[in-house]
């Protein structure tokens, strides 16, 4: 890989060199608040130019700093953000979407994204009281106090700020589409799990695959249930795992940290990781009796500390990937899930 500028990298060398065949990895730093990027310094958007079309993959979060950065590394390429074609959102979450609606408007690009997505968008980011609204009754039945339950307010305002949403994508996709940019042909494959309507997009002659948040070198990706997720979000992604290890890849290249050589050791590790933390949560749940995924929560070792300690963000995934975990298992049989009182319980069988 080439670096051609500060944070920029030529991914494939033109060849031959009369046909312009370039992809790029750009970088945005994220917003400097762990609340909102969970730690993750920045955001890796992919720009792919040839033949006179062009192709960005991701566009990171609705600040001026990001919009800037992109704006100075396009250049850097001998383009503009009012220039971009084409732009193709992995999934919904904001370090990946922010920028859509205005770059939509500054360049009138095609958007693209999976048609579960669209649902997730507009409810996060444009019906967001409504949503909150369903949050207070989910996490109240899955055994969170009321006096717990104000951090939710505090935690999809600034989320909301940082996001300038579309209302509807120009393409709706499904997965499976083929989707050209002059000579490379992108192949869309729809990976729920992480978020409903993930995909990557996979490029069998330059044996590319671009992989948003499926698949990131050292963070396991959080899958966690909540009201916008399927019911089995876990069985989902590790679905998608194995769709993805069927392909011949070369280079994986992730939305975040850096790109990956060791595909399948890093899939092997994933796997792995999955089948411990259902060991765990299958322990913490115990013999004695029924349970709420917040007690289980707070039985479950964490590695930012314990769930009682965390900040109301944290706990909001923990509880999230507490409940991902605990469906798989009912899913497996290995779990009883019932409704008493208006709280929903989990007891081993
Ligand atoms: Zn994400
Ligand atoms: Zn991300």
């Not at 590394?73 to 919904?92: A, D, F, K, M, Y």
């Not at 500054?106 to 997505?117: F, N, Q, S």
């Not at 990956?260 to 009796?289: C, K, N, P, S």
């Not at 899913?331 to 319980?345: H, N, P």
Request: net charge negative.
């Amino acid at each position: 890989m080439k670096k051609v500028h500060e944070g920029i990298y030529q991914l494939v060398t033109p060849f031959p060199e009369y046909r312009r065949q370039e992809a790029y990895r750009l970088r945005e730093e994220l917003p400097h608040n762990p609340h909102l990027t969970k730690g993750l310094p920045y955001v890796l958007p992919y720009f792919i130019v040839s033949r006179g079309d062009n192709l960005l993959v991701d566009c990171g979060w609705n600040t001026d700093d990001a919009h800037q950065a992109l704006q100075e590394q396009l250049q850097e390429l001998g383009s503009h953000p009012r220039e971009v074609r084409n732009l193709i959102l992995t999934h919904s979450h904001p370090d990946h979407c922010g920028l859509a609606g205005r770059l939509k408007a500054e360049a009138g690009c095609t958007v693209m994204m999976h048609e579960r997505e669209v649902d997730f968008m507009r409810s996060r980011y444009l019906e967001p009281d409504e949503l909150l609204k369903r949050m207070h009754e989910w996490v109240e039945k899955h055994g969170v106090p009321v006096e717990e339950q104000t951090w939710m307010e505090r935690a999809s305002m600034p989320v909301r700020h940082f996001v300038s949403p579309i209302e509807q994508p120009d393409v709706a996709l499904k997965g499976g589409e083929h989707i050209s940019v002059g000579d490379f042909v992108f192949e869309v494959v729809w990976t729920p799990g992480h978020s409903p309507g993930h995909v990557c997009l996979y490029e069998p002659n330059h044996r590319l695959l671009l992989t948003g948040d499926h698949i990131l070198p050292v963070i396991t990706p959080n899958i966690s249930l909540h009201p916008q997720q399927s019911d089995n979000p876990l069985a989902d992604y590790l679905e998608s795992l194995e769709k993805v290890a069927r392909l011949k890849v070369d280079r994986i290249l992730p939305a975040h940290e850096w790109d990956i050589d060791w595909f399948q050791r890093r899939l092997e590790e994933m796997r792995a990781h999955h089948e411990e933390r259902l060991e765990e949560m299958l322990r913490a749940v115990g013999t004695e009796g029924p349970v709420t995924a917040a007690d289980v929560a707070r039985r479950i070792k964490w590695n930012t500390g314990p769930y009682d300690e965390l900040p109301f963000w944290m706990k909001r995934a923990a509880l999230g990937e507490t409940l991902a975990h605990l469906r798989y298992l009912v899913g497996q049989g290995r779990l009883r899930e019932f409704e008493a009182d208006g709280r929903v319980y989990f007891q081993a069988v």
